[in-house]
DNA sequence: TCTCTGTACTTAATCGTTTTCGTGAAATCA
DNA sequence: TGATTTCACGAAAACGATTAAGTACAGAGA
C-alpha cells in the first residue's frame, strides 16, 4: 500500500481525457457527458482517488474545517466536562455536515507564537466557535473583531452570533426551588468572574430579594469552578460562620464535591444537616447519593445549535442574523436538599 | 480589518525583491543577505503576513496536523474522561511541537462517507494516533495497515508503535492490595471485550490464584465502562447470590458509582458491608466519601509519550523504533476497601 | 447549403508556497 | 591581471485542484 498518493492527473491519464474533465466528471458538472462521468468515477474509484483537502483549499478559499477555541481560567482543556460535553455536541452536528474540527489554542506553546487569529489565518478555518474563555483577552478581541465567521458560547458579543445557556433563569429556578423548602440561610460559592458567573450571580440575588431573603455579605465566597479544594476551604468558612447556612449552593456540580466532603468531615449530613446544591447537571450528579440537587445544562443543544449556526454563517455570511440564542436548563431537584418545616 | 490575505507576493512587490527571496528570507535561508532578510521580515510584519498552510501543505507535503481517532463502544467521544485526559496532554505535547490536531472519526455521519484512512489522506495528516476504538473494526485496520505515521494506545499492533497502560501490572497490584486487606471473596464487575479487558481480567485470576483464592463464576460480570446503570444492574446481581462478595471490583471510577448506589439502596454501609474498587484514578475517586481504591492511570504520561513518539515516527519514518511503551499506573489505597481481620 | 445551437470536451490560468538551478557581481587567489 | 570562488538574489517549475474561456463536432432550423 505504498503506493504514490492518487490525484486527477493520473486518473485523466488512464482514462484518455484531460484534468478538467476529470475534476468536472468527480464533481458532477453538467457539461460532461453521463457515460464519461460514470467511467472517471469508476477509475477514480478502482485507483483509490482521495481529494487532497489542501490543493483544494488552495484554489476554492475553503477548508471545511472549524477552528475552536477553548481555554478556561484552570486551562482544564478537554477534561472540562462542561465544555466537551458541548464540544462533543458540537463536533457531531460540525461532522454531519462535512466539516471537522481543529483546535486553536496552545498558541502560547507553539513555536511560531501565533495568536489566535493568525492561527485560524494560517490554518484558513471557514469558522471558529469560541467558548468559556477569558472573553477580555485582546487576542480574543482581535479574532472576535476580525472578518472570520465566528459563533461564542456563553459569552454576547453584540457583532457575533452567541449560544448561551440560560443562566438568568437557570439560577432563579434553583433559587426559587430552594427557597420553596424552606430555606432562608443561602449561601454561594460563586465562580470567578465572567459572563456566566455574573448572571448566575444577579440572578441569585435578585430572587432572593423577591422573596425578601436577606442574606449577609458573609454568605457569598468565590471559588473557581471544578475546583473541589476551593469549594472545600470555601465550605469550611461558611459552616464557621457564627450563624452558619442551611443551604450551598456551589459553582458546579463538581466543585460540590468538595464542598460535601468538607461538610461530612464534620460530622455533619447532607442534606439533614446541610442542603447542597449544584449546576451543570452532568451525569455524576445523578448518581452521587443524595442525589445532586442541580439545573442541567442543555449542552447537547448548545453544541448544536452552536454548529449550525455556525455553518449557516459560513455558508451565507451576508443573509446570516446575528442572533442571540438562549437554551433553557431544567431543574432537576434531588435530595441534596431538605425540606424546612 | 477586511484587507484581503496577505501573500508573500505582496511582500515582495513592497520590498522590490522575488517571491523566492521572500519565501528564503521568512524561512532563514543563508543565501539571503543579513539586511535583506531583516527588511524582509519587518514588512512581511507590518503587513500582517500570515502564511497559508494549504500551500505549504500542497507544496511540501507536511500538514503540521496530527490526526485524532477515538471512537468508544458507547460514542462517548469527548466526554470519555479517561480518554479526554489522555487527549489533552497529547495535544498540549503535539502544540508544543507545533502540530495541530484534527479529529478522524465522525465518519458515518460525514456527507462524503469517507474511511478513516480516505479522511486521513484527504487531510494529509502527517500521523494519526488511534484510541480505545473497537480494534477489529476493518476500516482501523486499513489504517493501521497504511503507510501513514500511527501510534495506537491502549492496544499493540505489532508493526506499530503502541503506548499502553499497565492494565497487567495495575490489576495485580489492586488485587493484591485487597487480598492483603483479607479479602477472599471477590468479585469483578468486568468491562466488555477489549485489549484492556483481557489484561486486567488475566492479571485478576492469575493473582488471585497466586493468592490460592478460588472465587465462583458468578462472581465475575460483565457491563461496559463507564456505564453506572449496568454497574448497578451487575452489583445487584452480585448481592443476592447465596454467597455474596466482600470486595467488588468495578471498571472503572465512574461506572463504580453506580455500584455504590446499589449498595447503599440495600441499606450497606461502604466499606463496613462491601467493599469497594475502580479504576483510573481521575480526579472524582479521591473526592468520593469513602475515597476510592483505585488505580490511577498515568494519562498525563500517555498522552504525552504517544505525541512524543509519533513526532519522532514523524520527522524519521525509517530511524524510529517500533516499539511497545508501557506506562506504569500508581495503586491508590483509600477506605473504600475495607481491611478484614 | 449555410448558419446556429448545443454538447462534450480541452486549454490554460490560478491559488500561495517551496526549491532547484542559474546568473551577475564582488571578493579571493595565483 | 586573469581565473576562480563566494555571495546574494531571481526565474521558473511544481504541488493538485478549480474554472473561465475556447473549440470541435453533430444535428437543427431556414
Do not use: W
Request: with cysteine; glycine share 6%.
Amino acid at each position: 500500500m505504498a503506493k504514490r498518493k492518487v490525484s486527477l492527473k493520473d486518473i485523466s491519464i488512464a482514462c484518455g481525457v484531460s484534468v478538467a474533465t476529470v475534476s468536472k466528471a468527480l464533481n458532477d458538472h453538467h457539461d460532461i457527458g453521463q457515460e464519461t462521468k460514470e467511467h472517471i468515477r469508476q477509475v477514480a474509484e478502482s485507483l483509490g482517488y482521495r481529494p487532497n483537502a489542501a490543493a483544494q483549499a488552495l484554489k476554492t478559499n475553503r477548508t471545511n474545517n472549524i477552528g475552536v477555541l477553548f481555554v478556561d481560567e484552570a486551562n482544564s482543556g478537554l477534561t472540562h466536562d462542561y465544555f466537551n460535553h458541548v464540544l462533543n455536541s458540537f463536533k457531531n452536528t460540525a461532522e454531519e455536515n462535512g466539516f471537522d474540527i481543529t483546535f486553536i489554542n496552545g498558541g502560547k506553546a507553539r513555536i511560531n507564537n501565533m495568536s489566535y487569529l493568525s492561527h485560524a489565518i494560517y490554518r484558513g478555518f471557514d469558522g471558529v466557535v469560541i467558548a468559556c474563555v477569558d472573553f477580555f483577552d485582546p487576542e480574543v478581541d482581535e479574532l472576535v473583531k476580525s472578518s472570520i465567521p465566528v459563533v461564542t458560547i456563553d459569552h454576547i458579543f453584540y457583532n457575533r452570533i452567541a449560544v448561551i445557556s440560560d443562566n438568568v433563569n437557570g439560577m432563579r429556578e434553583l433559587t426559587e426551588y430552594v427557597c420553596s423548602q424552606g430555606h432562608k440561610k443561602i449561601a454561594y460559592v460563586r465562580g470567578v468572574e465572567s459572563s456566566v458567573t455574573q448572571s448566575r450571580l444577579a440572578s441569585f440575588y435578585k430572587t432572593l430579594q423577591e422573596h425578601g431573603i436577606d442574606i449577609p455579605d458573609e454568605y457569598v465566597v468565590i471559588a473557581p469552578y471544578r475546583d473541589t479544594d476551593a469549594a472545600y476551604e470555601a465550605t469550611n468558612k461558611l459552616l464557621n460562620l457564627q450563624d452558619p447556612p442551611t443551604c450551598i449552593f456551589y459553582p458546579d456540580d463538581f466543585a460540590a464535591l468538595g464542598g460535601i466532603n468538607a461538610i461530612r468531615e464534620r460530622g455533619l449530613k447532607i442534606p439533614d444537616d446541610v442542603s447542597v446544591v449544584g449546576y451543570d447537571g452532568l451525569e455524576i450528579s445523578s448518581r452521587l447519593t443524595p442525589k445532586m440537587t442541580t439545573i442541567v445544562q442543555d449542552s447537547e443543544k448548545i453544541g448544536k445549535i452552536a454548529a449550525t449556526k455556525l455553518i449557516d454563517l459560513i455558508n451565507n455570511p451576508k443573509g446570516t442574523l446575528i442572533e442571540q440564542i438562549v437554551v433553557k436548563g431544567t431543574l432537576e431537584p434531588g435530595a441534596s436538599v431538605k425540606k424546612l418545616n
